[in-house]
């Protein structure tokens, strides 16, 4: 529950034959089955097979889109200490953007792309390839090799901008629309990879609304074009030379391209940047929650209908929007403006393009109830991210598996928890419960059951019982490590994933 969950090839036409001729033998064989159902007199029912498309078309060229938009791709060198350039290691699935040339004494140089976006000189980049960078230089399509100035850089969306200057206008690219962008229609990636400048590789858009689990507001279009370190920054083109992504990180076991690659979508882009054009950083909107996904146990714990969507809410910061508009742990937001939510992902993208100031209109289920909240919403800090006593009763109904203890003093400190938090403390967990078998542990911070508060041992075994006499799974709202969740135990599982036939004996 606390687990983090965590960047073409072409067809051969012997294969395509094969795709279309099995197609043909499918609609032959439902025609037949068709005329056989008539004559034994049964009713008639038609029979429809997919039909084969019209014959492919040739694969595309690229060379004139090429030749037109190259001359606005850029290659970037950033000078850095070694310290940094070490800290900034690549990973098989994290950004990849820096190529880092070995057995250099310090400073070190690294490497990545960029594409000019005016004529001006405005260059947009990856936060990673300029961050941390004593010096950047850009060297353009013809060889001229230019300082840049860093004028803006955003880490949660992994976006940059720089500046050069030159002596007459540059060539640029515009931002296409990637909100139109469809899976399967074909892109094209330049770029730097291992200083290879102006390097050009094609692929097809493999999805959309990829979350790689990098940030809260992951929304990244996935592709097969090869593109390897280096790459990072470099712009992400369709077929009528728009850039409607940035390529940003790949997802592969050895380092090297395996045909899993990610680009930050161009309308997120387009936002950003404006930003960073304008003040050098960006302004998103702040609700103060923690949220998570509503899963289908976690549906049933707070009788949802099955397949409800939402971000449920596992904590609100004190003093902040959600705090001051009345929301309250175990609400479902399930929209924002009229916007449908159905993940916390979709929660904060919604929230972070909120204009600080702006009153808006959260629909919200609460207890099994609809209602409406309106948040004024306020200013992302920088700092955040859109972030033993025994005692208590023997429940009469089927126990969960729990020992809970007050929460004193002495263990606040020794679990580092804030002033106000309030709750039972979890001294032991049953071997084999349903406590366990949902990841609960000791030192855990029970601070509530469902959408009730809990401030003591007694309170909490007593909405533990009312919700076991009932039948229900258990949602609990927990504390561990200073962040809070909802925890869904059914009181029917052990740990091993089956039903217990007998009650346990452990305190609930």
Same mark, same amino acid.
């Given at each position: ?129 300029? *961050? ?257 006593? *025994? ?118």
């Amino acid at each position: 529950m606390f687990n983090s969950s965590s960047p073409g090839s072409g067809f051969r036409r012997a294969a395509f034959a094969a795709v279309l001729l099995g197609g043909t033998a499918l609609g032959g064989l439902a025609a037949i089955n068709g005329a056989r159902a008539a004559g034994e007199g049964a009713v008639r029912v038609p029979i429809a097979a997919i039909q084969p498309a019209a014959p492919a078309r040739a694969l595309p060229d690229f060379a004139d889109l090429v030749a037109r938009t190259k001359p606005a791709v850029v290659s970037i060198t950033t000078e850095m200490s070694a310290p940094a350039a070490a800290n900034d290691e690549e990973t098989p699935a994290t950004p990849f953007g820096r190529t880092m040339p070995h057995g250099r004494s310090q400073p070190v140089e690294a490497r990545g792309s960029g594409f000019l976006i005016d004529a001006g000189g405005i260059i947009v980049t990856n936060n990673h390839v300029v *961050e941390n960078a004593r010096s950047v230089s850009v060297q353009l399509d013809d060889g001229t090799t230019l300082a840049a100035k860093v004028i803006g850089r955003d880490k949660r969306s992994d976006l940059a901008v720089l500046k050069v200057t030159a002596d007459h206008p540059l060539p640029y690219v515009d931002l296409g629309d990637s909100a139109a962008v469809r899976p399967g229609e074909w892109v094209v990636a330049m770029g730097n990879p291992f200083g290879l400048g102006g390097s050009v590789t094609a692929g097809i858009v493999s999805a959309s609304g990829r979350d790689i689990h990098s940030g809260p507001y992951d929304n990244y279009i996935q592709v097969d074009a090869p593109i390897n370190r280096g790459n990072s920054g470099g712009p992400l083109f369709t077929q009528d030379g728009r850039v409607v992504g940035v390529n940003t990180a790949i997802l592969s076991p050895s380092g090297g391209s395996v045909g899993i690659g990610f680009a930050i979508p161009s309308d997120m882009v387009r936002t950003v940047v404006a930003q960073l054009r304008q003040s050098g950083h960006v302004t998103r909107g702040y609700l103060g929650v923690e949220s998570q996904p509503v899963t289908p146990e976690m549906a049933r714990a707070l009788q949802l209908a099955p397949g409800h969507g939402g971000a449920l809410v596992a904590g609100i910061e004190a003093n902040s929007p959600a705090a001051k508009a009345g929301l309250q742990p175990g609400d479902v937001i399930s929209a924002v403006d009229g916007h449908a939510v159905e993940s916390p992902r979709d929660l904060a993208l919604d929230v972070s393009g909120v204009k600080p100031g702006t009153e808006t209109k959260l629909s919200v289920v609460r207890d099994g109830n609809a209602r409406i909240f309106a948040v004024a919403v306020s200013e992302l800090p920088n700092d955040r991210t859109a972030a033993r006593d *025994e005692g208590s009763a023997e429940p009469k109904g089927k126990s969960i598996g729990l020992a809970l203890a007050p929460l004193s003093p002495q263990l606040r400190d020794r679990l580092s928890l804030p002033a106000g938090a309030r709750g039972a403390v979890v001294a032991e967990v049953k071997p084999g419960s349903p406590a366990e078998a949902s990841g609960l542990r000791q030192g855990d911070v029970v601070m509530g059951v469902g959408t009730k508060a809990v401030t003591s041992p007694e309170e909490a075994v007593g909405a533990i019982r009312q919700s076991t006499q009932a039948g229900h799974t258990v949602a609990l709202r927990v504390m561990r490590d200073g962040h809070t969740a909802f925890v869904a135990v059914n009181p029917a599982a052990d740990s091993s994933g089956t039903d217990q036939g007998a009650e346990p004996d452990a305190q609930g």
